[in-house]
């Protein structure tokens, strides 16, 4: 939900929350990652985009220098924080989002005071698409433009992943908030994450007659409990064992990974590597007006992370081989993996298809019926009023 009724419906939260009119109200999208998994934080490329769906923060200044952040989704847990008190670890909670973004502007020097935040959204958490950077971002929109300054979209980015690595404590790379930030509509962002480099790649999906389904398998996963972090260790320790300063230094030389002695850092590197490659492909396809043909890369790039990364996990599994059985053209896990969404790649009139094939592969597990979005890439993070 954007436009009009989302800004309203956050306004209305706001006025409950506070008694009055807020002065504005951002919105900061969630994202989908097409293709392009664990390759940000080894400098490599990612090709996510804006969903619709997100979180909207309404809010306005207060001269106390105090902020006070609610939730729409957590109205039980409000926090109440003076600037001078803003630190890792208070507050906890979804609240640790924005106070997190709070306290990185201030220690970049951004003079921003206090703020009278409410938030409201309408994407899943733990689905991995990316509902804590939207909140993050969410939260920067409004601070930055309550206090007038401008900071570039792309230094906005990296203040919110800051946030999430410092204060939150989740050591993520930069897709995810430079996706909210950066995508436009009806496209997908192609990032270099060493260069910070970015292009819009155009992803008309409906004018190709495909859609993408994201289907929420409805296992959570928690960026924070130490196996996305692990990962990340791996890639380091291979990068350091191969004498390049990351795995992007090897993208020409896909040889090298069979250097590796250890069998785990030759698999997690290999993964590096060919999703790297996958990535360029994609978007070259997708250039060349070629969208359908990139479902095999997105089947190439599931099988990658569960072989050789090994964060996906059995329901992420189960639905992709149903996506196939029911006529996809491709699909895979999206995200962090150990959890969340897979996406699907299929012909308009076959959607139908697909999705009974994973709700049988569901029902005959016995696991939870999976939920569907449809994914319409959308536009970066705005003002809505
Ligand atoms: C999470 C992180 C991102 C990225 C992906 C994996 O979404 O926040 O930075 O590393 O996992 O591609």
Not at 194 to 203: A, I, N, T
Not at 340 to 365: P, Q, T
């Amino acid at each position: 939900m954007t436009g009009p009724e989302a800004a309203d419906q956050a306004a209305r939260w706001f006025a409950e929350c506070y008694g009055a009119e807020p002065s504005g109200v951002w919105h900061a999208p969630g994202r989908v990652n097409l293709i392009g998994e664990h390759t940000d934080y080894n400098d490599g490329f990612v090709l996510p985009f804006a969903l619709r769906q997100g979180v909207r923060a309404a809010a306005s200044r207060r001269d106390d220098g105090v902020f006070e952040l609610r939730s729409r989704q957590a109205p039980e847990a409000p926090a109440t924080v003076p600037a001078g008190a803003l630190a890792p670890g208070t507050p906890s909670g979804w609240a640790a989002y924005p106070a997190g973004v709070a306290w990185v502007l201030l220690e970049a020097g951004c003079p921003v005071g206090g703020a009278s935040i409410a938030i409201d959204a309408d994407l899943e958490r733990g689905a991995a698409l990316s509902s804590s950077a939207a909140l993050e971002c969410a939260a920067a929109l409004a601070l930055t433009e309550l206090y007038g300054l401008s900071v570039p979209r792309p230094e906005l980015a990296a203040l919110a992943r800051r946030a999430e690595n410092e204060f939150v404590g989740v050591p993520s790379g930069i897709m995810d908030q430079s996706a909210s930030l950066l995508c436009e509509q009806g496209h997908a962002l192609l990032l270099d994450c060493r260069s910070g480099e970015s292009s819009p790649v155009p992803l008309d999906l409906a004018g190709f007659g495909l859609v993408l389904l994201v289907v929420d398998t409805r296992v959570r996963h928690a960026l924070s409990d130490g196996r996305y972090a692990e990962r990340r260790r791996s890639c380091e320790e291979a990068a350091r064992a191969l004498g390049v300063p990351s795995l992007r230094d090897i993208t020409d030389d896909p040889g090298a990974v069979e250097r590796l002695q250890d069998p785990v850092l030759r698999r997690r590197a290999r993964h590096v590597v060919t999703e790297n490659a996958r990535v360029l492909q994609t978007a070259g396809l997708l250039r060349a007006g070629l969208a359908a043909s990139c479902g095999p890369l997105l089947t190439a790039s599931h099988a990658s992370l569960r072989d050789d990364f090994e964060v996906s996990w059995p329901q992420a599994d189960a639905t992709v081989e149903a996506a196939a059985a029911g006529g996809a053209l491709g699909a895979r896990m999206t995200g962090g993996g150990f959890g969340g969404s897979v996406i699907a790649l299929a012909e308009a009139a076959s959607g139908g298809d697909v999705r009974a094939s994973v709700d049988e592969a569901f029902a005959g597990h016995g696991w939870k019926p999976p939920r569907y979005l449809e994914a319409l890439p959308s536009a970066g993070a705005r003002r809505l009023r």
